[in-house]
């Protein structure tokens, strides 16, 4: 049997060491910023998943100002759903959409990736206030990013132009519970 030389013998332990705890450091670093749906682990892209709402959580919310407008909201609370929203589907009833709901207030990004109907979001603070609305976003455009301008911990997305339809602007503020 061959002898490992002495010199050689601290690096059969350093280098293993150092892989341990990069690859630890890593899963620690996403678990700790809720990350792993960056990661697509979750992501289930069947259609299937994105059409039956059946299970779904719905909420219907109300704006105040507006009360004979109402929206009934499939709710993502959770990261999968968050990541998944509105994708692949092929419409989108009228006076209905989604509401994500976040564990914590801060800036939002919204992107249309594999969405293929236009879609207005809007961003809501933790008061349930609108802080931002983005009307008609591009369907399947995964070039423009649609950020809130202040923090939120909510977001609503519904049909393309229902927001200006029903003349709800930056300032209203939402209703709804679950």
């Not at 341990?20 to 749906?37: D, K, M, P, Q, R």
């Not at 008609?136 to 455009?141: D, G, L």
């Not at 503020?173 to 679950?178: D, K």
């Amino acid at each position: 049997m061959k002898k490992i030389n002495p010199k050689y013998s601290k690096w059969l332990i350093i280098v293993p060491t150092a892989i341990f705890l990069v690859i630890f450091g890593t899963i620690f670093a996403l678990s700790a910023e809720n990350s792993w749906e960056k990661l697509n682990f979750f992501q289930d892209n069947s259609q299937e998943s994105r059409e039956d709402t059946s299970e779904s959580k719905l909420v219907e919310a109300k704006i105040q100002g507006h009360d004979e407008v109402s929206l009934l909201l499939e709710v993502a609370d959770t990261p999968e759903a968050q990541t998944s929203g509105l994708m692949h589907r092929q419409n989108l009833e009228e006076n209905n959409g989604m509401l994500f709901v976040f564990d914590i207030q801060d800036y939002r990004t919204f992107w249309m990736k594999d969405t293929y109907i236009p879609l207005d979001i809007a961003f809501l603070d933790e008061n349930k206030q609108i802080v931002d609305i983005h009307a008609n976003a591009e369907p399947e455009n995964t070039q423009k990013l649609y950020t809130s301008s202040k923090p939120s911990k909510f977001a609503v997305e519904t049909n393309g132009g229902w927001f200006e339809k029903h003349e709800i602007e930056v300032g209203d503020l939402f209703n709804f519970s679950f």
